[in-house]
């Protein structure tokens, strides 16, 4: 089979997988009242953008400002591989075939930053042209000035694994495009960028295609590409518990000696801290808790007098309610098939954990409630 | 006894059993190795014992048992140091005695380095030896120990077996699955033969040659031979 036919089938399955994923939220009355009236209205905003554009930007803002949003909407995305992880047992060892996917992956990826950029420039376009005085020149260039700082992002963090390093160097280039754009003239600025697209597109299709020694980092970005809907979908969905995401090796704030909490080592103090360190450091749970007392804080600051305590009681019983059903889910983990605990102290430890992790809460939250009834009266 | 088992089904709903008639003990200072093809009930028999499956019909008789399971288990976002410092909070051990054992084990089994950090970033062999050390810490009257050989190197098996045969010696009951049939017939006293959710023969090295006709046959031909009239496919 050629590399050819192999990408064909890929990208159709992919987009028969994430059309399945859209319509899995996008059912046809979300389309008929959501998607159609918000494409019909975005429409309608584009083209009274272009008549009046002062409605939408002010000129007082420095182009400098929205030079920044184009950069940053240009940060994200990776460049695709198609490659699945059955490959290392079926297709890595036809070289040629292995090799001609990923740059065929390339071009369509390639392709892909292309139309997108289009469609930014497009929507910037009334700004660009009515309050910078951009001609369509200068329009053309800044798209391949920030198409090359996209090419180079993305170039940056396929080769570099160190989060520091990677940051470093996409502030690196990103200040080198800002000065680009803003001090170099556009005919050497569009030199510039041809040269820089030229080298990043023949790195990528000559040097980075031609190897197998990345063969997992990059099946890694295909998975992560193509669950981004899926991830997207979860991410709002308020039912669905998120998970801490990948775990480091060690801790890294909380407990970092894995030193004790208690003193006194006893069964009940064995299992409280075992349940007071995992839900500390479950990133999920302890951002659930931060955003209950954040959400209450900011309900008992803005509401009337009496509403506060009402505001409070029920902060009460929720934080309660949801402790409770964190400690059950915590003490229902299989590790307890392994080293089971008696379960006679379930109850003693509740009460410990409960104090540390509710009591905190609530003093926090009745201290805001005070404050704020004084400074009301 | 160390265990006694007498079960007359077991599986994870009520219209499919996974396992019928199944009766055997270990005893005390016995290692017996329960010997079966793959999904023909070993690890369902292991949870049933263990009392964490729904539809279990039978009576098991358990003592103060450790577990080492199929896939190693953890909790999320606790330390090497912080599993055991809970796994100690269960046990009735003075710190000192507990420490003793834990420097031992961990030096014994090369985790030694590790002990700061989260098991679950280990690799799978490391985690089993983990599980091992888990286990091992424990003075239990039986240890049902199920696939312990996978992933391990082999200087971490050899520890695995001398545990094994320390257990054995103290006067524990040690049921093993496996699938490491020369390794089990140099180690097991006794086996278990299961096939298709039912035991076919149990008995000692000896025995299962002579029912299975093969005076010198290893227990892998023995095992061939005895299972070869039932039909695999259940």
Known sequence: MSAKTILQQRLTTEFRFQLNVLRSVVDWVVLLYIVVPFLTLAAFFYVDAWQNVSLYWSDSIPFFALLIVLLILSVGGNFRTHLLEADVIFLIHLKSVYYKLKQYSFLVSAIKIGFSMALKIMCLAPILVHIYDFSMLDTSILALEASMFQFLVMTIRRIYRNTYVRGLMISGAAVSVVLLVLFVPSVPGLFVSLVGLGIICYYHAFVMTRTTSRFYEEVAIEDYERFRYIRLILAYSTEVEKSGGKQASHPAFVFRRSSPIFKTPSKENGLTTLVLKAFLRNKSMVSMYAQLMGLTIGAIMITPLWYKWLVLIGFSFFMNSWLKATFTKLLSNPFFHVVPYDKQITDPVWAQFKKMIYLSSFFVMAIVAIVSTMLSL | ?234
Not at chain 2, 107 to 131: C, H, I, N, T
Not at chain 2, 176 to 185: F, G, R
Request: proline letters at 3%; one cysteine or more.
């Open chain 2, 1 to 234: 006894m160390a265990l006694e088992v007498d079960l007359q089904s077991s599986g994870y709903n009520a219209h499919q059993n996974v396992l019928h008639d199944i009766q055997f003990a270990v005893e005390p200072g016995e290692v017996v190795g329960l010997i079966a093809p793959n999904g023909a009930g070993k690890s369902t028999l292991i949870k049933s014992i263990l009392g964490i499956i729904k539809d279990v019909e039978g009576e098991m008789r358990l003592k103060d048992y450790a577990y080492i399971p199929e896939r190693p288990i953890f909790y999320e976002g606790l330390t090497l140091k912080e599993h055991l410092d809970f796994l100690s909070s269960t046990l009735d051990i003075s710190s000192e005695r507990f420490n003793e054992k834990v420097e031992k084990l961990v030096r014994d089994f090369y985790l030694a380095d590790v002990m700061l950090q989260y098991p679950e970033s280990f690799s799978k062999g490391m985690q089993q030896k983990v599980m091992l050390v888990i286990a091992f810490l424990k003075e239990a009257a039986v240890y049902l120990i199920d696939e312990p050989f996978m992933g391990l190197d082999p200087k971490s098996m050899k520890k695995l077996l001398q545990y094994v045969e320390r257990k054995k010696n103290d006067g524990a009951g040690i049921l093993m699955t496996t699938h490491v049939l020369d390794t089990a017939e140099k180690v097991c006293d006794r086996f278990i033969l299961l096939f298709n959710g039912s035991i076919v023969f149990q008995g000692t090295i000896k025995d299962i040659r002579k029912a299975s006709g093969l005076k010198q046959g290893s227990l892998f031909d023995c095992f061939d031979v005895l299972t070869e009239d039932t039909s695999y496919v259940r």
